[in-house]
Protein backbone atom coordinates (compact mmCIF):
# COMPACT_ATOMS: atom_id res chain seq x y z
CA UNK A 1 0.00 0.00 0.00
CA UNK A 2 1.65 3.26 -0.92
CA UNK A 3 2.28 5.90 1.90
CA UNK A 4 1.26 9.51 1.65
CA UNK A 5 2.77 11.45 -1.37
CA UNK A 6 4.22 15.19 -1.22
CA UNK A 7 4.99 17.18 -3.94
CA UNK A 8 7.32 18.80 -4.56
CA UNK A 9 10.03 17.59 -2.05
CA UNK A 10 11.99 20.98 -2.31
CA UNK A 11 11.12 24.50 -3.65
CA UNK A 12 12.31 27.97 -3.44
CA UNK A 13 10.16 31.10 -4.10
CA UNK A 14 10.57 34.80 -3.74
CA UNK A 15 8.60 36.74 -1.57
CA UNK A 16 5.43 37.90 -2.53
CA UNK A 17 5.25 34.95 -5.12
CA UNK A 18 2.68 32.49 -4.28
CA UNK A 19 2.71 28.36 -3.87
CA UNK A 20 0.97 25.18 -4.41
CA UNK A 21 2.03 21.80 -2.88
CA UNK A 22 0.23 18.64 -3.55
CA UNK A 23 -1.03 15.95 -1.06
CA UNK A 24 -1.86 12.49 -2.14
CA UNK A 25 -3.24 10.33 0.86
CA UNK A 26 -3.00 6.93 1.55
CA UNK A 27 -5.76 4.96 -0.68
CA UNK A 28 -9.43 4.91 1.45
CA UNK A 29 -8.38 7.71 3.76
CA UNK A 30 -10.74 10.69 3.34
CA UNK A 31 -9.03 12.55 5.66
CA UNK A 32 -6.11 15.27 4.92
CA UNK A 33 -4.29 17.68 7.28
CA UNK A 34 -1.90 20.08 6.62
CA UNK A 35 0.98 21.29 9.43
CA UNK A 36 3.33 23.91 9.19
CA UNK A 37 6.69 22.53 11.05
CA UNK A 38 9.31 25.21 11.93
CA UNK A 39 12.58 24.74 14.57
CA UNK A 40 11.43 24.76 17.75
CA UNK A 41 7.82 25.29 17.42
CA UNK A 42 6.40 21.45 16.78
CA UNK A 43 3.70 21.24 14.53
CA UNK A 44 1.49 23.65 13.78
CA UNK A 45 -2.05 22.98 12.75
CA UNK A 46 -3.16 24.57 9.18
CA UNK A 47 -6.24 22.67 8.21
CA UNK A 48 -7.93 19.45 8.07
CA UNK A 49 -10.45 18.57 4.76
CA UNK A 50 -12.57 15.56 4.60
CA UNK A 51 -14.99 15.29 1.79
CA UNK A 52 -14.30 18.10 -0.11
CA UNK A 53 -15.00 20.08 3.16
CA UNK A 54 -12.64 22.06 5.49
CA UNK A 55 -13.75 20.92 8.98
CA UNK A 56 -11.20 22.88 11.00
CA UNK A 57 -8.72 25.26 10.48
CA UNK A 58 -5.78 26.56 12.68
CA UNK A 59 -4.57 30.42 13.58
CA UNK A 60 -2.81 31.30 10.25
CA UNK A 61 -3.22 34.32 7.62
CA UNK A 62 -6.21 34.50 5.43
CA UNK A 63 -3.23 34.06 2.61
CA UNK A 64 -3.12 29.97 3.50
CA UNK A 65 -5.68 28.39 1.53
CA UNK A 66 -6.29 24.69 0.94
CA UNK A 67 -8.61 22.33 -0.99
CA UNK A 68 -9.77 18.73 -1.47
CA UNK A 69 -10.59 17.01 -4.28
CA UNK A 70 -13.17 13.97 -4.96
CA UNK A 71 -10.36 11.41 -5.01
CA UNK A 72 -9.11 12.54 -1.12
CA UNK A 73 -6.27 14.56 -2.84
CA UNK A 74 -5.47 17.99 -1.52
CA UNK A 75 -3.41 21.06 -2.50
CA UNK A 76 -2.74 23.89 -0.07
CA UNK A 77 -1.85 27.65 -1.63
CA UNK A 78 0.17 30.24 0.31
CA UNK A 79 -0.29 33.49 -1.76
CA UNK A 80 2.27 36.90 -0.89
CA UNK A 81 4.79 34.61 0.28
CA UNK A 82 6.61 35.78 3.70
CA UNK A 83 10.27 34.92 4.80
CA UNK A 84 8.67 33.24 7.79
CA UNK A 85 6.48 31.12 5.35
CA UNK A 86 10.29 29.22 5.19
CA UNK A 87 9.06 25.45 6.77
CA UNK A 88 8.33 22.20 6.13
CA UNK A 89 4.99 21.55 5.15
CA UNK A 90 3.48 18.28 6.11
CA UNK A 91 -0.11 16.30 5.25
CA UNK A 92 -1.42 13.81 7.05
CA UNK A 93 -4.16 11.07 6.41
CA UNK A 94 -6.01 9.00 8.01
CA UNK A 95 -9.14 7.51 7.78
CA UNK A 96 -11.95 9.46 8.94
CA UNK A 97 -10.26 12.20 10.63
CA UNK A 98 -12.52 12.30 13.80
CA UNK A 99 -12.40 10.94 17.14
CA UNK A 100 -12.33 7.09 16.62
CA UNK A 101 -9.03 7.84 14.49
CA UNK A 102 -6.01 6.87 17.16
CA UNK A 103 -2.85 6.91 14.10
CA UNK A 104 -2.42 9.38 11.54
CA UNK A 105 0.48 9.03 8.42
CA UNK A 106 2.55 11.62 7.72
CA UNK A 107 4.21 12.28 4.22
CA UNK A 108 7.58 13.23 3.76
CA UNK A 109 7.04 17.09 3.20
CA UNK A 110 7.52 19.83 1.08
CA UNK A 111 10.20 22.09 2.36
CA UNK A 112 9.49 25.41 1.09
CA UNK A 113 12.36 27.85 1.22
CA UNK A 114 11.39 31.76 0.89
CA UNK A 115 14.16 34.22 -0.43
CA UNK B 1 -5.28 29.06 24.56
CA UNK B 2 -4.52 25.05 23.87
CA UNK B 3 -1.07 24.42 24.60
CA UNK B 4 0.95 21.20 24.99
CA UNK B 5 4.09 21.08 27.21
CA UNK B 6 7.20 19.26 26.60
CA UNK B 7 10.97 19.41 27.88
CA UNK B 8 13.08 20.71 24.47
CA UNK B 9 15.89 18.43 24.99
CA UNK B 10 16.95 14.77 26.92
CA UNK B 11 20.36 12.65 26.76
CA UNK B 12 20.35 9.33 28.13
CA UNK B 13 23.03 6.37 27.21
CA UNK B 14 22.03 3.38 25.18
CA UNK B 15 20.73 0.68 27.52
CA UNK B 16 19.25 2.95 29.66
CA UNK B 17 15.47 3.82 30.31
CA UNK B 18 14.24 7.21 29.02
CA UNK B 19 10.93 8.96 30.07
CA UNK B 20 9.51 11.83 28.12
CA UNK B 21 6.90 14.13 29.88
CA UNK B 22 3.88 15.63 28.24
CA UNK B 23 1.29 17.70 29.93
CA UNK B 24 -1.71 19.02 28.10
CA UNK B 25 -4.25 22.19 28.07
CA UNK B 26 -6.79 21.93 25.51
CA UNK B 27 -10.82 22.84 25.01
CA UNK B 28 -11.78 19.22 24.36
CA UNK B 29 -10.09 15.76 24.64
CA UNK B 30 -9.83 12.57 23.09
CA UNK B 31 -6.60 10.71 23.10
CA UNK B 32 -3.08 11.51 23.17
CA UNK B 33 -0.37 10.19 20.57
CA UNK B 34 3.31 10.10 20.26
CA UNK B 35 4.78 10.44 17.25
CA UNK B 36 8.64 10.10 16.30
CA UNK B 37 10.74 12.17 13.86
CA UNK B 38 14.38 11.23 12.46
CA UNK B 39 16.07 14.09 10.95
CA UNK B 40 15.18 14.76 7.24
CA UNK B 41 12.64 12.14 8.07
CA UNK B 42 8.74 12.12 8.47
CA UNK B 43 6.82 11.59 11.68
CA UNK B 44 5.82 8.33 12.46
CA UNK B 45 3.11 7.00 15.05
CA UNK B 46 4.40 5.11 17.82
CA UNK B 47 1.76 4.48 20.19
CA UNK B 48 -1.89 6.05 21.68
CA UNK B 49 -3.52 6.43 24.90
CA UNK B 50 -7.52 7.26 24.60
CA UNK B 51 -8.00 5.54 28.30
CA UNK B 52 -6.13 6.39 31.60
CA UNK B 53 -3.21 3.85 32.12
CA UNK B 54 -0.48 1.86 30.18
CA UNK B 55 0.01 1.11 26.93
CA UNK B 56 3.14 -0.85 25.94
CA UNK B 57 4.19 -1.75 22.46
CA UNK B 58 7.64 -3.56 22.40
CA UNK B 59 10.64 -1.39 23.95
CA UNK B 60 8.09 1.57 23.95
CA UNK B 61 5.27 2.00 26.73
CA UNK B 62 3.30 5.14 27.25
CA UNK B 63 0.94 6.64 30.09
CA UNK B 64 -2.38 8.94 30.64
CA UNK B 65 -3.44 10.53 32.93
CA UNK B 66 -6.63 12.28 31.92
CA UNK B 67 -7.37 14.20 35.18
CA UNK B 68 -3.91 15.05 35.20
CA UNK B 69 -3.67 16.17 31.75
CA UNK B 70 -0.54 14.08 32.07
CA UNK B 71 0.97 11.53 29.88
CA UNK B 72 4.67 10.55 29.10
CA UNK B 73 6.56 8.20 27.01
CA UNK B 74 9.01 5.63 28.07
CA UNK B 75 11.18 4.28 26.05
CA UNK B 76 13.79 1.12 27.15
CA UNK B 77 17.11 -0.95 26.61
CA UNK B 78 17.83 2.84 24.21
CA UNK B 79 19.22 2.01 21.21
CA UNK B 80 21.51 5.01 18.71
CA UNK B 81 18.54 4.94 16.48
CA UNK B 82 16.11 6.14 18.89
CA UNK B 83 17.92 9.55 18.40
CA UNK B 84 15.11 11.66 17.25
CA UNK B 85 12.55 14.28 18.43
CA UNK B 86 9.50 12.92 20.02
CA UNK B 87 6.35 14.75 19.71
CA UNK B 88 2.88 14.60 21.76
CA UNK B 89 -0.31 15.35 20.29
CA UNK B 90 -3.64 15.53 21.64
CA UNK B 91 -7.09 14.88 19.14
CA UNK B 92 -9.14 17.35 20.63
CA UNK B 93 -12.41 16.01 18.95
CA UNK B 94 -12.63 18.48 16.69
CA UNK B 95 -11.28 17.49 13.98
CA UNK B 96 -7.86 18.83 14.84
CA UNK B 97 -4.76 17.01 16.44
CA UNK B 98 -2.39 19.60 17.89
CA UNK B 99 1.20 19.14 18.45
CA UNK B 100 3.66 19.83 21.15
CA UNK B 101 6.70 21.43 20.15
CA UNK B 102 9.21 18.71 20.50
CA UNK B 103 11.49 16.58 22.61
CA UNK B 104 14.93 16.22 21.01
CA UNK B 105 16.33 13.02 22.58
CA UNK B 106 20.08 12.24 22.16
CA UNK B 107 21.50 8.43 23.01
CA UNK B 108 25.15 8.64 23.92
CA UNK B 109 26.64 4.95 23.66
Known amino acids: KAGVTQTPRYLIKTRGQQVTLSCSPI?????VSWYQQTPGQGLQFLFE???????NKGNFPGRFSGRQFSNSRSEMNVSTLELGDSALYLC??????????????FGQGTRLTVV | GQSLEQPSEVTAVEGAIVQINCTYQ??????LSWYQQHDGGAPTFLSY????GLEETGRFSSFLSRSDSYGYLLLQELQMKDSASYFC??????????FGAGTRLFVKA
Open chain 2, 89 to 98: AVNTGGFKTI
Open chain 1, 49 to 55: YFSETQR
Open chain 2, 49 to 52: NGLD
Open chain 1, 92 to 105: ASSLEGGRGDTEAF
Open chain 1, 27 to 31: SGHRS
Open chain 2, 26 to 31: TSGFYG
